[in-house]
């Protein structure tokens, strides 16, 4: 089915391209939007594309971290300032897709395809960021742990924009590191965990773990991080803290694994991303 493509210079633009065709759909890499458009199960009457905005590419580290939505896996990857100020999410970076895919893919793109399986949102749930929303109106920051909705569901009415993604510079003690499992090594996660600890001798001060593809949309492991916070980070903490893990995480069975397995997953992944932060292997 053939479509419009639209290429506006400025927000402004988008917004009004948008108004005159509330069919027409935002793009910015195109790597989910254009599969879903082959296989038919979109038909956009016009795709505005967001790539020729400025604003949305850049990359600010000052007082926060301000990461533009335009920004392509790729730059995550590789830019030394992501690299030394958010080490998780150049990891998880590196692991999305191709090497192909990771050069016009996009962090906005990847957030606001809202899959459950978004390699971006772990890394960042765990640092506690904050979507910025650009609308006709004015713009609005909420934290990334209520963008999701559901899956392929945010918060995002029709004609806002992800411009931004904030996130505080995380303590000098904080380390962080990401785990992906996939059925071979570029694949689609089968479950992915992204854990962030500040330890302080034996105790863990401060906990967050973040979850791919094991429930309806990325999600925090609430409970979890309140295990390991609870006392000693000993093998019995560790041992309760997995067995959370399992329990509150909600995989679903499909072509790729059973939820069985998924939840078998989360505890694995927990426990060897908490003995590799303790072990001092990450940053
Ligand atoms: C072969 C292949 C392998 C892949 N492997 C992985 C993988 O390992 N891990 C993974 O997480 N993903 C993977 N993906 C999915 C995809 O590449 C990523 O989700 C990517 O980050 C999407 O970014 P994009 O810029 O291409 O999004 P697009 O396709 O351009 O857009 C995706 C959605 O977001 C909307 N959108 C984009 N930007 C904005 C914005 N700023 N504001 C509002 N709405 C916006 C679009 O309207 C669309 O609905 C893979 C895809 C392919 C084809």
């Given at each position: 089915m053939p479509f419009d493509y639209h290429r506006p210079a400025t927000l402004e633009e988008a917004w009004r391209l948008a108004a005159a065709d509330p069919e027409a759909r935002f793009v910015a890499g195109g790597t989910d939007v254009m599969v879903r458009i082959r296989e038919g199960k979109i038909t956009p009457r016009a795709l505005i594309s967001l790539?020729?905005?400025?604003?949305?590419?850049r990359i600010a580290i000052g007082p926060t971290v301000v990461i533009g939505a335009g920004v392509r896996v790729a730059e995550l990857e590789r830019n030394a300032s992501i690299r030394h100020a958010l080490p998780v999410l150049s990891q998880a970076a590196a692991l999305l897709g191709s090497t192909q895919i990771r050069n016009v893919a996009t962090l906005g793109g990847n957030l606001c395809n809202a899959?459950?399986?978004?390699?971006?949102?772990p890394p960042l749930l765990v640092h506690d960021a904050r979507a910025r929303i650009a609308t006709v109106s004015g713009a609005r920051e909420i934290p990334l742990a209520t963008f999701f909705v559901g899956p392929r569901a945010?918060?995002?009415?029709?004609?806002?924009?992800?411009?931004a993604v904030v996130v505080d510079p995380p303590a000098p003690t904080a380390r962080a590191v990401f785990l992906k499992q996939g059925r071979?090594?570029?694949?689609?996660?089968l479950a992915s965990l992204a854990v962030l600890l500040e330890t302080d001798g034996q105790r863990c001060t401060r906990a967050r773990v973040a979850a791919g593809s094991l429930g309806p949309c990325p999600m925090r492991l609430t409970e979890t991080e309140a295990i390991l916070t609870s006392?000693?980070?000993d093998d019995a903490t560790l041992a309760r803290a997995r067995a959370a893990a399992e329990s509150e995480v909600r995989p679903i069975s499909d072509v790729r694994a059973g939820a069985d397995y998924r939840r078998h997953l989360a505890g694995a992944l927990l426990e060897r991303a908490v003995r590799s932060l303790l072990n001092g292997a990450e940053r």
């Open positions: 790539s020729r905005i400025s604003d949305l590419a899959s459950p399986c978004a390699d971006l949102a945010s918060v995002l009415a029709p004609g806002e924009v992800l411009s071979v090594r570029m694949d689609i996660a006392g000693t980070l």
